[in-house]
């Protein structure tokens, strides 16, 4: 099979297509490479401030898994797969960049759990999410089942493991899911180009200190998770980037920001 996963970089952000040769854009071992690598590319990319993944197919995110190639894979295959995944949505987490999924249409199944790992969720109306896992005798495997729970609360994941009822992207704003609902496909795009050139004007480093301070600490005791921001708070105050964020705003002039994150990759 090609690769389903294109990107290509616009108003700083990296955009990640994924476009599955069957229609519904089903999720594949493929598509988990994919992104992965597009991901990582974009990680390590000094001219990328965000990371967008997106669908190719019009009107859909995609369907969920590919339940015929489920259906014929061995348990070799399936612990694979499943390992793929939750390094997949587990990167994203880790990433210093933030990463936003640009949603129209349904986003099934392991599509639901990659978009949940993302920073930021940009959703059209029409959308609709769900884990449909249970239909086809299996369960969520790339985090749903622990992300769901974290990002609202236990009866609400349960209902959306246990049901696999789809829901649309208004009730999940409401329960904070998703970050923002647009009409169609247009004034998501338009949303989607309006953060990129947001992002790039804000601190990429100071982006990604915020992000790796709200992800270690959402689990943790409420002293140790204000601990660990005074640390991340005090040393951005020892960073070029604040020194420039602050001076803008005095000289009253657009900030430069030159601190990188990439510079620290290893």
């Given at each position: ?154 009866t609400f ?45 804000r601190s ?39 020194t420039e ?22």
């Amino acid at each position: 099979m090609d690769n389903p996963v294109t990107f290509s970089g616009s108003d700083g952000a990296c955009v990640i297509t994924v476009s599955c040769s069957v229609q519904g854009n089903p999720v594949c071992m493929e598509t988990l490479d994919g992104l992965f690598a597009a991901l990582d590319a974009a990680e390590g990319d000094r001219s990328v401030n965000l990371a967008v993944i997106r669908s190719g197919q019009d009107g859909v995110f995609s369907k969920g898994h590919n339940i015929e190639k489920l259906s014929k894979a061995d348990t070799a295959v399936v612990k694979q797969y499943n390992l793929m995944g939750q390094r997949l949505v587990s990167y994203i987490r880790n990433m210093k960049k933030p990463v936003l999924a640009a949603v129209d249409g349904d986003c099934f199944g392991p599509a639901f759990e990659i978009i949940l790992a993302c920073d930021m969720v940009y959703a059209t109306a029409k959308s609709r999410f769900g884990f449909n896992e249970t239909e086809y005798g299996f369960v969520p495997g790339f985090g749903g089942t622990q992300l769901a729970a974290r990002k609202t609360y236990e009866t609400f994941a349960k209902y959306l493991v246990f049901t696999g009822e789809p829901v649309d992207a208004a009730e999940l704003y409401g329960k904070g899911m998703v970050s923002k609902v647009l009409d169609g496909a247009e004034s998501l795009a338009k949303a989607v180009e309006d953060t990129s050139v947001l992002m790039s004007k804000r601190s990429s480093f100071a982006v990604g200190l915020a992000k790796e301070t709200i992800n270690s600490t959402i689990d943790m005791d409420f002293a140790k998770g204000l601990l660990l921001e005074q640390n991340a708070f005090t040393f951005s105050f020892s960073t070029f980037d604040k020194t420039e964020g602050t001076s803008a705003f005095v000289e009253k002039r657009e900030a430069q920001f030159r601190d990188r994150w990439e510079d620290y990759r290893f």
